[in-house]
């Protein structure tokens, strides 16, 4: 198996438990949170998705998704174009409110695309490039793949468990 399979397998994963998180979510399930200033499913799967679709445009040399999809405008969110969640404060996280749950997962889906297609045209080799220089050891582009896959699955993971607190 190579290095990307594996890659594409994990991501794969994400994406299937992005569409079983979703699947026949209202509005008032995606935007509820368990506690005042807590995420929402909303907000993490809108999180976990902005995080990979900017990461793999940056190491791709790609513009996101959220941009060149028109998935910003979509949104309508009153939050600035480049806002991945992180950093994000409590009044931001409730910022992101989402009325249509096929909104959250065709962007989900168009960044999943980008992100497959992306890995299915590395190589091995490719994978130990640097990506970014300021860490010790610096990082890889298989290093940083794997960040995102394990990112993704923490906040699908975090989701799935609303889901289960909210049914």
Not at 39 to 62: K, M
Not at 101 to 121: C, K, M, N, P
Request: glycine content about 10%; aromatic content about 8%; charged content about 25%.
């Amino acid at each position: 198996m190579r290095g990307k399979d594996v890659l594409n397998d994990g991501l794969g994963r994400i994406a299937e438990n992005v569409s079983a998180v979703l699947d026949g979510l209202g509005p008032a399930e995606l935007n509820r949170a368990p506690a005042r200033g807590a995420n929402t499913i909303a907000w993490l799967v809108w999180h976990l998705t902005r995080v990979q679709d900017a990461q793999v445009a940056d190491v791709a040399g790609t513009e996101e998704v959220w941009r060149s999809g028109g998935w910003f405008e979509r949104f309508g969110l009153d939050l600035p174009a480049e806002h991945t969640g992180y950093g994000h404060t409590p009044a931001d996280v409730a910022r992101v409110v989402v009325d249509d749950v096929s909104l959250l997962q065709g962007y989900y889906d168009a960044t999943h695309a980008v992100s497959r297609d992306f890995i299915e045209s590395l190589s091995d080799s490719d994978l130990d490039r640097v990506v970014d220089a300021h860490w010790d050891p610096p990082v890889t582009l298989g290093v940083r793949l794997v960040s995102i896959i394990d990112d993704d699955a923490q906040h699908i993971g975090q989701a799935a468990y609303l889901r289960g607190l909210f049914a």
